[in-house]
């Protein structure tokens, strides 16, 4: 647990979406650790995944657990808040406080549920950079984050690479596969199957999807885990019994696992947002929205790229981040390529990785002494 | 289109589970395809996968579609009609004409649902057996079947070597792993999220949990194809329109496909059938219920068979395969291992394989030379 501050930026601009719809107002909830310092030459943006938030290294108020990257960002860890500025921000379209389809359409003062616009990895990206530019800093020294995180790093990149000296897209994609987008229809179908989603207008119920939302979470994370995790972890090992119960109760562990996974999610996550967060992954298409080829997109960026990925990440594999690597080196762009031997899955960008935590460490740490 | 013949088996005896609890009495759906020649020597028994059924070679009673291996079996096909006595079961448990979860329970005079005993992979073959004996046949030509088909097939060979010439267990596993149960275990939680499931009395109420059923339909469906095949299959391709809508309607191909997959599914399968099947899979573990090692199930056994996986199969992938080959080569038996190059994912066995088809017909053709 470190020192941190909690706070909501409030726009006063309106936000013109991709969609070219208009968020009149919108909010983000932020975290903040460590001190800006005068040059305000050290901030660190870290962008989270898609059931992450802005509690990255602080207790999380609803499950009390540790932060999710609490093993990265902290005193005298890879992401030092003793040195650095760190901002981790809620995304729009997320559930944390920051505007979303919970939030209170000012339109028609009810919960926009799906009345809320379709945002992307873009429309996240620009709303974060105003907040970037409230809080007076002209250049990240580094914007970070894995998956969903990841995307969002990349377009910072391509958005505004004037905006930040380093980039470290960690098992990420600069376009959502097709497996990808038919695991997430899924899980949106799962939500959208419970009778009491009542198209999306839940809350006006008193009610929420949540055995829908914990068969789209339960459907996810097996994604998340490789085949050799599970089998490491789970293989066929009975949960608290000595034989099956030839029935339909979780005799295996993974069942039980899994069961768990979906109903403790419920608890901190809006099934709505969970549509909209997925929605705007299966969108991300850097190649088609700049409407050139990805050694085009990056030609001559002065931003320096780590890119790091998992030989055990299925969902985001590899090859996928080789292709980022190969053409930013194509473009002449400065970049590191870190495949980390790993059979923990796609997970593994949150787990303890020392490699990954080294790699993050010296990367930062070179990026800024070079400017220094 | 072949000529074939439909019947109904109602066993005179009872079936006692391996759960322990026995069916008083059971009834098979099976269809015939050619003609048992007069030394009963020329029968194949093909054993069907999860949401297959008796219909392997005829147009099917209910989707009107052709029979599900009608690439394989018919008139001068590999597993040739003109020559061979085709048998295909409906398994125990399954929902097109042999007892299962929507079958009447005698005792009660009601729809058995949740109330039908647990059946596995090994009660389905006991009860094929009995069919097998019926039709006075003493020794099968071949035991063939893919996936959960596969199982039945390891399960004959073990349970029943003196009764088959031949075992061809194709894309299967010698026990299911807890990557494949996790996804089985999603797909019954969104059956049983379904609030017209009503703890599997549907019928009762005259509704049927097909919201449920068709997202798990989806799930499944995903895993049967590859990385590469949904990628070159449908990529990010649009359906039916220009550019994204912004919105939660189907915007990609391969959305508006599993949606149809999921969709069409419900029509012709039971739910609660699909929650008993998942089961008996993961419930499969050779080891487990001969305890003893795979090699010592299958020692000196007189079988010959012949393995069958595909490379671009991530579901039981070509390791599961090669691990039963090792074993009955260990054990001095007769196997040949046939990993065919193919990037169709799981569903290849069901699609158009030539180099399987060949190997099939070979090895069938192998098997009863020698033997005559």
Same mark, same amino acid.
């Given at each position: ?6 706070? +909501?930026?409030a726009?006063? #601009? ?8 208009k ?7 932020? @975290? ?9 030459? @050290? ?9 992450g ?11 009390? %657990? ?20 760190v ?16 939030? =209170? ?9 799906? #009345?809320?616009?379709?945002?992307? =990895? ?27 995180g ?17 980039? +470290?897209? +960690? ?20 939500? =959208?199957a ?5 198209a ?5 119920? @008193?009610v929420?999807?949540?055995k ?16 050799? $995790? ?6 066929? @090992?009975?949960?608290?019994?000595t ?8 005799d ?20 709505n ?14 190649? %088609? ?13 002065q $931003?320096?790229?780590?890119? =790091? ?18 053409a ?6 400065? $970049?590191s ?27 930062? $740490?070179?990026?800024?002494e070079?400017?220094?």
């Open positions: 647990m470190h020192d941190f501050e909690s706070h +909501i930026f726009s006063d #601009n309106s936000l013109v979406l991709q969609s070219g719809e968020l009149e107002s919108y909010v983000l909830a932020y @975290n903040t650790y460590g001190k800006l310092n005068r040059k305000k030459s @050290n901030a660190i943006l870290i962008c989270h995944a898609l059931t938030d802005q509690h990255v290294a602080n207790q999380h108020p609803v499950t009390h %657990k540790p932060g999710w990257w609490e093993k990265i960002v902290g005193p005298g860890k890879a992401i030092d808040t003793q040195i650095y500025f901002i981790c921000i809620n995304c729009l379209g997320g559930c944390q406080g920051s505007t979303g389809p919970a939030s =209170i359409d000012p339109a028609t003062q009810r919960i926009y549920g799906l #009345n809320f616009p379709i945002v992307t =990895i873009a429309d996240m990206v620009h709303a974060q950079c105003q907040l970037v530019n409230y809080l007076g800093i002209e250049k990240l020294l580094c914007v970070i984050g894995g998956s969903m990841g995307m969002q790093v990349l377009q910072w990149a391509a958005s505004y690479p004037e905006r930040l000296r380093a980039a +470290i897209p +960690i098992a990420t994609s600069s376009r959502h596969t097709p497996q990808n987008i038919a695991f997430h229809e899924v899980g949106r179908q799962a939500v =959208i419970d009778n009491h989603w009542h999306g207008r839940y809350q006006e119920y @008193n929420s999807p949540k829908g939302l914990a068969v789209a979470r339960m459907v996810a994370h097996v994604t998340y885990l490789s085949e050799d $995790v599970l089998q490491e972890k789970f293989g066929r @090992n009975l949960q608290e019994r034989d099956l119960t030839y029935g339909f109760d979780a295996f562990q993974i069942e039980s696992y899994l069961r768990h996974q979906g109903v403790s999610f419920v608890d901190r996550f809006d099934a947002s969970y549509l909209y967060l997925t929605r705007a992954m299966d969108y991300f298409d850097l190649v %088609k929205d700049f409407n050139c080829s990805l050694n085009a997109i990056f030609k001559q960026s $931003v320096k790229f780590c890119v =790091i990925s998992f030989t055990g990440d299925w969902l985001f594999p590899s090859s996928e981040s080789k292709k980022i690597a190969h930013l080196a194509f473009s002449g762009v400065h $970049v390529f870190v495949e980390i031997d790993s059979e923990k899955g796609h997970d593994a960008f949150l787990l303890n990785e020392p490699e990954m935590f080294s790699v993050i460490k010296g990367f930062i $740490v070179a990026c800024e070079k400017e220094s």
